[in-house]
Each structure stands twice: as structure tokens, then as C-alpha cells.
């Protein structure tokens, strides 16, 4: 069966980005990123496609929601939500990757929530991951992190399942 994975980083109030852009650069929550989503599908909103540096993500496969199509080169591109997950294996994880609206949209339906949980609350953002009733979620996984070089906040890996009524 089809399974629906939110994937962020967000701060302790939830923000994501700022001008389309992330506000974390966290190399450990990249390779995280990119050890998870590798070989799976990834399905992001036309915004979040155009912040990638160098475009489509290597060795996944991307789609875009959008209403137009061409525009997104080496991603597939469908109108909505429903059409894309219909175009999804059954059998798949399938990893939403942003924008704000995507999230949104896409949280009802999610099985796993994939976040690093930053502790910082950013000055300025203006995209947020939506909120969420821990009492829906069970923690599977988590990992903490002090800062370091490379990582200016404390941050942890959570992995959350919904829970089942």
C-alpha cells in the first residue's frame, strides 16, 4: 500500500522559508534528505522546483504540481495532488517536499512525517509547515544533535507515524 511522507526541516515555530528559499542550511539534514529520498518519488509544488540549485533532484522521481506543463525539465508535472498520488506506485513511499501549500494539502492524507526539528525560531519566514496534534503521532525515531562547525542550532531527526484509531 501507498505510503504519503512529509519531509521538512522546521523551526520551533513551524517556519520552513523565506523568499523561497530554506532557512536552515544543515549539511547533516541534506544527506538525510538525500538518503531518504533516493530512489523514491518526489512530489513538490512548482515554487519548490524553482529553488532547487540545479533543478530535478538526481536518481528520484520528480513531480511538480502546476498547471503548466514544460516548464520543469526532467520532472513530470500533473494538475493536482490526487493525480499525481494516482500516477504513484501502490506500492511506494512517496515523499512531499514542499511548499507551504503542499504540505497543507497533503497533511490529512500522511502516514509519516519525516522533520528536523530545529530548536531556533527564525526573525523572518513566510512559509510554515503546517501544525500538527502530537496525539495523532507516534514518535518511531529520533536522534539528537548539538550544535558544531557545520550546524549553528541543536536540531533532531523525528520520525513520526500516524497514529492508527
Not at 493536482?80 to 500516477?87: G, I
Amino acid at each position: 500500500m501507498q505510503k504519503i511522507a512529509l519531509i521538512a526541516a522546521i523551526a520551533e515555530n513551524n517556519a520552513i522559508g523565506f523568499e523561497n528559499k530554506l532557512i536552515y542550511w544543515l549539511p547533516n539534514d541534506l544527506k538525510r534528505f538525500k538518503g531518504l529520498t533516493t530512489g523514491h518519488t518526489i512530489i513538490m509544488g512548482s515554487n519548490t522546483f524553482r529553488s532547487l540549485p540545479k533543478g530535478a533532484l538526481p536518481n528520484r522521481r520528480n513531480i511538480v504540481l502546476s498547471r503548466k506543463h514544460n516548464e520543469f525539465p526532467g520532472a513530470e508535472t500533473f494538475h493536482s495532488l490526487e493525480e499525481a498520488l494516482a500516477n504513484c506506485n501502490n506500492e511506494e513511499v512517496v515523499y512531499i517536499i514542499g511548499g507551504e501549500t503542499l504540505y497543507r494539502a497533503a497533511m490529512p492524507m500522511a502516514d509519516i512525517l519525516c522533520l528536523t526539528e530545529v530548536k531556533d525560531t527564525p526573525e523572518k519566514a513566510d512559509a510554515f509547515f503546517p501544525e500538527f496534534s502530537r496525539r495523532d503521532w507516534e514518535i518511531i525515531e529520533e536522534e539528537k544533535f548539538g550544535k558544531d562547525e557545520k550546524h549553528e542550532y541543536e536540531y533532531s531527526f523525528v520520525t513520526y507515524a500516524r497514529r492508527k484509531n
